[in-house]
């Protein structure tokens, strides 16, 4: 019997955690598989091996484990796939089959274009967008961060659009902020590359908050968030995944 293990990255803030139940919850509803069971990678429950094993009592046989995050990096090519091997060696006989984040995706940009929308702001012909990734060491992160900045570039008509990070590497935010107010750039659209809200959208507000007094405008979008596009994109991992054509999602087997 198939199951999914959605895996969520977790939040110390209740409202992050509640907001990715909730996504999962409405997504469950369009995909037709009779076991779905999420889990969180760190900082709530249950565990991957408490979702694992949830899977296991209702009877399956074989698992889609979907890592719930937006782009590739150490938790969804090291971190998850040690977890989910640990408990698997308990459970031999079934099958599992890996997927991918959402990574790059042209429904991902018409997202960040209606959250820029969502501000109300007339967009100025010369107006840029800080593109605010959460940050990893590993360099596949600002490679495809670097690729949807350059799509909404393109697709929104903006005259540029540059991306920094809250962690792990470069350019920072502070970087980034200080590398916009040096620009000739009247408007910049701040914009959250954030599954959910917590510490991080905070940091960017603070941050926002010290700038002073500027003669640009700086406006702050909503954060990415757990979008019904998003659930689109799931939707088809799942269905990659258990029809055995996920070799597009760089798919690994651990049976």
């Not at 907001?19 to 919850?25: H, L, P, R, S, T």
């Not at 971190?79 to 890996?98: A, G, L, M, S, T």
């Not at 809250?166 to 970087?175: C, H, N, S, V």
Request: proline residues 4%; hydrophobic residues 40%.
């Amino acid at each position: 019997m198939d199951a999914v293990l959605y895996i969520c990255h977790g939040s110390r803030i209740k409202e992050g955690c509640t907001q990715a139940i909730e996504f999962i919850e409405r997504c469950k509803k369009t995909i037709d598989i009779p076991i779905q069971e999420l889990c969180f990678l760190e900082l709530a429950p249950p565990t991957i091996e408490q979702g694992f094993e949830r899977c296991i009592k209702q009877g399956a046989t074989r698992i889609a484990v979907v890592p719930v995050l937006l782009l590739t990096a150490t938790h969804a090519k090291k971190d998850i796939p040690e977890e989910i091997q640990k408990v698997h060696r308990h459970y031999p006989q079934v099958e599992v089959v890996y997927g991918e984040p959402f990574g790059v995706d042209n429904k991902i940009v018409d997202i960040l274009m209606e959250r820029i929308h969502q501000t109300n702001v007339s967009k100025d012909k010369d107006a840029m967008v800080l593109l605010v990734g959460r940050g990893s060491s590993d360099p596949m992160v600002k490679q495809d961060l670097n690729e949807i900045a350059d799509r909404l570039r393109k697709k929104a008509k903006f005259q540029r659009v540059e991306t920094c990070y809250l962690a792990a590497t470069k350019p920072t935010l502070t970087d980034g902020l200080k590398q916009a107010q040096e620009t000739a750039h009247t408007q910049v659209f701040v914009l959250p590359y954030l599954l959910f809200t917590g510490v991080l959208m905070n940091e960017i507000k603070e941050q926002l908050a010290k700038l002073g007094t500027t003669n640009q405008q700086f406006i702050l979008t909503d954060y990415l968030g757990y979008h019904d596009g998003l659930a689109q994109i799931l939707k088809l991992r799942v269905h990659q995944l258990l029809s055995d054509k996920g070799n597009r999602y760089n798919v690994y087997r651990y049976a």
